[in-house]
């Protein structure tokens, strides 16, 4: 079992910056590819980033290309989002999530399905 936790939420004016980090409670994170998801009110879940086990591959959904930043730090276990050029529309509860490491396709990463193991979320709110 995996657990997950997420942070660095909060509120943000348009055009600012944070920073998430996920927080696993397991010693190998390296056995997984992460992701990052949001999800807004009356949406469904929506893909943004992944990383592969050893974060030598990455792949970003086109939205968010060029303004966000996903990593990660196995030996803390943590992996982060850096969010740039924050706009209203960014507005969300934003999850990470872990699925057993594979072959690292873009296509099965996006599918929330792939993932086994799921955080709570922290909300980002962003004002214009």
């Known amino acids: 079992q995996v657990q997950l936790v997420e942070s660095g939420g909060g509120l943000v004016q348009a055009g600012g910056s944070l920073r998430l980090a996920c927080a696993a409670s397991?010693?190998?994170?390296?056995?997984?590819?992460m992701g990052w998801f949001r999800q807004a009110p009356g949406k469904e879940r929506w893909f943004l980033a992944a990383?592969?086990?050893?974060?030598?591959?990455?792949h970003y959904a086109d939205s968010v290309k060029g303004r966000f930043t996903i990593s990660r730090d196995n030996a803390n276990s943590t992996v982060y989002l850096q969010m740039n050029s924050l706009n209203p529309e960014d507005t969300a509860v934003y999850y990470c999530a872990a699925a057993p490491f594979g072959t690292f396709d873009s296509t099965r990463l996006r599918q929330p399905r792939q993932y086994e193991y799921w955080g709570q979320g922290t909300q980002v709110t962003v004002s214009s």
């Open positions: 990383i592969s086990w050893s974060g030598r591959s990455t």
């Open positions: 397991v010693r190998t994170l390296s056995s997984y590819d």
